[in-house]
């Protein structure tokens, strides 16, 4: 190719992490639920959709880009905690692909929803005002809401950790991810942990739908072609494992981005090459620990 | 694509029984009246194209409701029977068939979709129905899949994509990068602008081929960026339009470059919204501000603006209403119902149903027809209806499709 520069390179580097971002932080709510229930939540890509939806809904209502940044992953987080009281958790104990069969049918619910409450076209997004227009990175122009983008995720993804790392919630979490009989022993209510877990990972799904909606059009089934990219981001990066998800997540990006520079047609194949080879090396995921699906 | 066939099974409960409310179907059925006209209208009620399918339907049906308020054929009333196709070919097939053997139409108007029309198409011909398409297509008039009950009311990209080229080209320069859709009507939307650009002398410096239904084109842009074109083509259409427009404007490629696209929907637009759109030039068969200028178009609006509580009609939605608007007239013409007394009418109709005078073409039924050239507005808009400013339209001439000669039919 010619024409091909450091800056173009950085550039394609760059346009990859924010597309990583997403990828990342999706995957991040799709395996924390994972780990801790063993449920594999289909209806992630939904919550994500629902996310866009609402937060283009709150903005029109409200005219600040921040208030639906808190106020839509509330909704979709609540969302998921009615999902786990009533929906999954009959299914606790019957192997894994009830609750998967559950998750997959709750997300044409969710994409039916919206299209009656919204229209089949979808919603135009909006970028607010402050986040508009491009900057100056040293290496060319690049859209400021991208760079916001990126910053976004990574505090979110700090603050999961922190969260589970830090806290003594944290700490139950992963003690009940690693033996829930002790855990229930210890005289903790189990079901309240997955409820919470639950609900995060669905907030963490509209959480990043608000945040991708600007960059792309918002429309019933925008959660789909995603949903099957956070699953290979996760397989990559080892089902149940949040490290993994985020360093996959970027790494899925920034793969889809440098394929896209060279080789444009074959960019979303290449991402299911990535997966395919990552499986033959290791077939448990980067960072997945052997026979993580039980 | 994979997810759209899986939404489309439980969606057609919900539109398809809505549908099938809204036509008279079921008095068809009480009064089984043989003497009324039938028109097939196989169109992808649901799926990612059925915001406009559904104006066709609407626009259609006003068509009918003209043609039987002026006292049909000989006191004969037409009806329009709906059927979704779910955009998919096989689909469309069946329920043509359908169509001529259960429920015997007389005619066939309708489909959404290059790949869908041609299905019907190959269903029509073998059962020698007369088949009006409204959608694009350039495969559709050539020898191979044309047969003489074949018309195409709808543009094709030879002539959309060339217009835009002839307006773009002069005006923003003749360096060209193409951002195209990975498939059929992409590829013919490329190979269109560049045989029209040709002749004036542009280049192309790259030709970057994206999935079908790519949701992010990020990864394509810096690379347009460092390429510098003048002019960027995006060869999509729908969603992929929406997203690819949003993102270009995002990362800022309208300061160094001209957007153009070959086919500007009004319905894309309203999706994408003013900002995304801001600035963009593109092709489209018919934009309701047309009133301004062609009497017809007047006419036309106000007759669906009375029908639809105000709304105006789509691009595609005026193409089912002409499409069907052209058969009926036709029968009137031959004074029959039969096929090819029909299809010589229409051979000969010289029309002019909402955007100025229309014919088809002899050797292979082509609808030769003005392009609008629009630019979508973000300022000074007076409703949420006002989406474009008229550029110009390139007026009604054969010399800008391909020859008779090069479609491959004799004469």
């Known amino acids: 190719m010619t024409g091909l520069t450091f800056e173009l390179l950085c550039m394609q580097l760059l346009t990859g992490i924010a597309l990583g971002s997403i990828y990342a932080l999706l995957a991040l709510g799709l395996c924390l639920i994972f780990g801790m229930l063993n449920v594999v939540n289909f209806a992630h890509g939904a919550f994500f959709m629902v996310g866009a939806f609402m937060g283009v809904y709150f903005l029109g209502l409200t005219g600040n880009f921040w208030f639906s940044l808190i106020l839509t992953p509330i909704v979709t987080g609540g969302l998921g905690l009615l999902t786990e009281r009533f929906l999954v958790r009959p299914l606790y104990g019957r192997g894994i692909d009830y609750p998967l069969l559950l998750t997959f049918g709750l997300s044409y619910v969710l994409i039916e929803a919206m299209r009656v409450a919204f229209g089949i076209e979808g919603l135009p997004s909006v970028t607010p005002d402050s986040?508009?227009?491009?900057?100056?990175?040293?290496?060319?122009?690049f859209p400021k809401y991208r760079?916001?983008?990126?910053?976004?995720?990574?505090?979110?993804?700090?603050a999961v950790w922190f969260f589970i790392q830090k806290t003594k919630y944290g700490l139950i979490i992963k003690a009940g991810a690693a033996d829930q009989e002790i855990v229930k022993?210890?005289?903790?209510?189990?079901?309240?942990?997955?409820?919470?877990?639950?609900?995060?990972?669905?907030?963490i799904a509209g959480l990043s739908g608000i945040l991708a909606s600007p960059t792309r059009s918002v429309n019933p089934e925008m959660g789909i072609p995603i949903l099957a990219e956070s699953f290979v981001v996760t397989v990559v990066g080892g089902m149940g494992s949040p490290v993994g998800a985020v360093v996959a997540g970027l790494l899925v990006g920034v793969v889809y981005s440098m394929t896209s520079l060279f080789f444009p047609d074959l960019s979303e194949l290449s991402i299911f090459v990535l997966m395919a080879v990552v499986l033959l090396i290791r077939p448990q995921g980067l960072f997945g620990k052997a026979g993580a699906m039980g | 694509m994979k997810q759209k066939v899986t939404n489309q099974t439980r969606r057609k409960m919900l539109i398809g029984g809505a549908a099938a409310a809204s036509t008279p179907l079921w008095m068809n059925i009480a009064s089984a009246q043989s003497d009324t006209i039938k028109i097939g209208f196989p169109t992808p009620l649901t799926g990612p194209f059925s915001a406009e399918a559904q104006d066709q339907v609407k626009a259609a049906e006003l068509a009918i409701k003209e043609f039987n308020d002026a006292g049909g054929f000989n006191g004969r009333k037409a009806e329009l029977l709906v059927r979704d196709d779910k955009l998919n070919p096989g689909e469309a097939a069946t329920r043509t068939l359908e169509l001529i053997e259960k429920d015997k139409v007389?005619?066939?108007v309708g489909s959404l979709s290059a790949a869908t029309q041609l299905s019907i198409n190959a269903v029509c011909k073998e059962r020698k129905v007369l088949f009006n398409s409204i959608s694009q297509s350039d495969a559709i008039n050539e020898a191979k899949d044309w047969s003489v009950y074949t018309f195409h009311e709808a543009l094709n990209p030879t002539m959309t994509a060339g217009a835009v080229a002839r307006y773009s080209i002069p005006r923003f320069g003749?360096?060209?990068?193409?951002?195209?859709?990975d498939y059929a009507y992409g590829h013919e939307m490329v190979r269109a602008f560049e045989r029209a650009g040709k002749e004036m002398g542009a280049t192309t410096l790259a030709d970057i081929r994206h999935?079908?239904?790519?949701?992010?084109?990020?990864?394509?842009?810096?690379?347009?960026?460092?390429?510098?074109?003048?002019?960027?083509v995006l060869c999509n259409f729908?969603?992929?339009?929406?997203?690819?427009?949003?993102?270009c404007t995002d990362f800022g490629l309208k300061s160094s470059m001209k957007i153009v696209t070959p086919v500007l929907l009004y319905t894309s637009r309203l999706a994408g919204g003013p900002e995304a759109f801001e600035g963009i030039i593109g092709g489209t068969s018919y934009y309701w501000g047309l009133e301004d200028r062609i009497p017809t178009a007047k006419a036309f609006n106000d007759a669906f603006r009375k029908m639809y509580n105000g709304s105006?009609?789509?691009?595609?939605?005026?193409?089912?209403?002409?499409?069907?608007k052209s058969v009926l007239a036709s029968i009137k013409a031959a004074k029959s119902t039969e096929t090819m007394k029909v299809v010589t009418a229409m051979e000969n109709l010289k029309y002019d149903w909402y955007k100025g005078p229309e014919y088809y073409r002899k050797c292979d039924h082509q609808a030769v027809q003005t392009v609008i050239i629009v630019e979508s507005k973000s300022k000074n808009m007076k409703d949420k209806y006002d989406v474009f400013n008229i550029l110009t339209i390139e007026p009604t001439t054969e010399k800008n499709m391909r020859s008779c000669a090069e479609l491959g039919h004799k004469a």
């Open chain 1, 131 to 141: 986040l508009k227009g491009s900057l100056d990175v040293g290496i060319g122009f």
């Open chain 1, 147 to 158: 760079l916001f983008l990126i910053a976004a995720t990574a505090m979110i993804i700090l």
């Open chain 1, 185 to 203: 022993v210890l005289g903790i209510d189990i079901a309240k942990v997955w409820l919470l877990v639950f609900g995060l990972g669905c907030a």
């Open chain 2, 106 to 108: 007389n005619f066939v």
């Open chain 2, 174 to 181: 003749k360096k060209i990068v193409f951002l195209t859709a």
């Open chain 2, 211 to 232: 999935p079908l239904g790519a949701s992010d084109y990020s990864a394509f842009l810096p690379r347009i960026k460092a390429l510098n074109p003048d002019i960027l």
């Open chain 2, 238 to 247: 729908g969603r992929d339009l929406v997203n690819a427009a949003k993102q």
């Open chain 2, 312 to 324: 105006v009609p789509s691009d595609y939605g005026a193409l089912g209403y002409a499409g069907v």
